[in-house]
C-alpha cells in the first residue's frame, strides 16, 4: 500500500510540469500597422506586456505587425471573428457598414478629443454595441485625437476642397469630403504614400500620431486644422478585439488578467495615451522647413459645419435600413462625450 502511495505521488510530481505547461497560452494578434507607428509602440505592445508580466508569463501575446499573417485591413474583422487570429486591432470604417452604431462617432464635428470620445465609447458600448459586437469579445473601442486635412495644395478655407482628391478611413469621411467639394477616396493606411507619390490622390484626411510612420512630411506640404471647440474635422473609431472563443477557452485566472487589462479599466490610458503621442508627431511634421500649417478661421469653418448636414441625413438614412434610429445613436453619442469633456 505504502508503495502504491509513494508511485501515486511520483506520478502526481511527474505531471506537474505538464499541468502547468498547459496553462500557458500564446494569442497572437495581428493589425494593419507597422511596429514603429506610435499606436503600435506606445499601446499595442506596453499592452501586451503589462499582459504578460501580469498574468506571470502564463498568457503571452505574439504581436504580427503590417498584415504579417496575410489579407488586407479590412479582412482583420472576419480573421478575428473566424479564429485565424486571436486578437485585432483595427478601424471598423475600413469595411463600410460592418459596424454601423460606431459609426456617429466618425460623423463630421462630433468628436472633441480622445480622452472624451474613448471615454464616452464605454457608456456607448454598454448601450448600443451589443449588436455590432455580439460575434467578439471586445477588449477596448477607443478614439484617436482627431482628423486633420494633409496635402499637397494649401486648404485655408472651405474654397480650397473644391477638385483635391482625399483619401478618408471611412464612409461618413469620403461623404464628409465630398460634402466640402473635395472628392473622397477610402483607402487603407498602407496605400497611402504610393497613392500620394503616384498622384492618385492630393491628401489624406489623418491623425498628425500615425503620419511619421507614412514619411507625410515628405510627401505632403500642407497641414490644415480646423479653429474653434471642435477643431478636428472628423473622428474615428478603433476596435480592438478578441475572438470570442480564445477567451472562453482561457483558465479564471487569465481571463481575470484580460479583464483587468480591457474596457474601462484601459479607456482613460488609451485616451490619454492618443493625446500624448500627438505633439510630438507633429514636431516631426515640422521638422521639414517647407512644411505649411494653416488654421481654418471659424468663419470658413461655420460653413463647412453648414455644408457638411447632409451627410448627416445620409447617414440617418443608411441607419433606417437596417432599423436602426440613427437621430437616437448621435444623440447619445454628443451627449456622451460632453459629459466625459466636463
Known amino acids: 500500500m505504502i508503495r502504491i502511495h509513494r508511485i501515486a505521488a511520483l506520478l502526481a510530481v511527474l505531471a506537474a510540469p505538464s499541468a502547468l505547461q498547459a496553462q500557458e497560452v500564446t494569442l ?20 501586451a506586456e503589462k499582459v504578460t508580466k501580469e498574468s506571470g508569463g502564463k498568457l503571452k501575446i505574439q504581436p504580427f505587425w503590417a498584415m504579417q499573417l496575410g489579407g488586407q485591413a479590412p479582412q482583420l474583422l472576419d480573421q478575428v471573428r473566424d479564429g485565424v487570429v486571436d486578437i485585432i486591432w483595427v478601424l471598423p470604417g475600413f469595411t463600410p457598414g460592418r459596424m454601423p452604431r460606431t459609426e456617429p462617432f466618425e ?18 458600448q454598454e448601450k448600443h454595441l451589443k449588436e455590432d459586437l455580439k460575434d467578439y469579445h471586445p477588449l477596448l473601442m477607443h478614439s484617436p ?36 467639394g473635395a472628392r473622397g477616396i477610402g483607402l487603407p493606411l498602407n496605400e497611402i504614400p504610393p497613392a500620394l507619390s503616384k498622384g492618385v490622390i492630393d491628401g489624406v484626411s489623418t ?49 481575470k488578467v484580460i479583464d483587468a487589462n480591457s474596457g474601462r479599466n484601459i479607456a482613460k490610458m ?33 460653413k463647412m459645419q453648414e455644408a457638411v448636414k447632409p451627410v448627416y441625413e445620409r447617414w440617418f438614412e443608411e441607419m433606417k435600413k437596417i432599423g436602426v434610429d440613427g437621430p437616437r445613436l448621435l444623440a447619445d453619442a454628443r451627449a456622451l462625450i460632453e459629459k466625459h469633456s466636463k
Not at 497572437?28 to 499601446?43: E, Y
Not at 460623423?107 to 456607448?124: M, N, R
Open 145 to 180: 485625437e482627431g482628423l486633420l486635412i494633409l496635402s499637397k495644395k494649401p486648404v485655408r478655407n472651405m474654397a480650397d476642397f473644391k477638385g483635391l482628391k482625399i483619401r478618408a478611413a471611412s464612409r461618413s469621411g469620403v461623404w464628409t469630403l465630398d460634402a466640402l
Open 28 to 47: 497572437r494578434m495581428h493589425t494593419f500597422i507597422p511596429p514603429v507607428a506610435n499606436p503600435g509602440k506606445t499601446f499595442l505592445a506596453p499592452w
Open 207 to 255: 491623425t498628425y500620431e500615425i503620419a511619421p510612420s507614412l514619411k507625410l512630411e515628405e510627401l505632403v506640404d500642407h497641414f490644415t486644422e480646423m479653429a474653434g471647440p471642435r477643431p478636428r474635422l472628423n473622428g474615428g473609431v478603433f476596435a480592438f478585439l478578441m475572438n470570442k472563443a480564445s477567451y472562453a477557452k482561457l483558465p479564471p485566472d487569465l481571463k
Open 107 to 124: 460623423l463630421p464635428f462630433v468628436h472633441k478629443d480622445a480622452l472624451s470620445t474613448t471615454l464616452a465609447l464605454q457608456d456607448y
Open 270 to 302: 488609451a485616451g490619454e495615451n492618443w493625446i500624448a503621442i500627438e505633439g510630438p508627431a507633429k514636431k516631426v511634421m515640422q521638422s521639414k522647413s517647407k512644411n505649411q500649417f494653416h488654421t481654418i478661421p471659424p468663419g470658413e469653418v461655420a
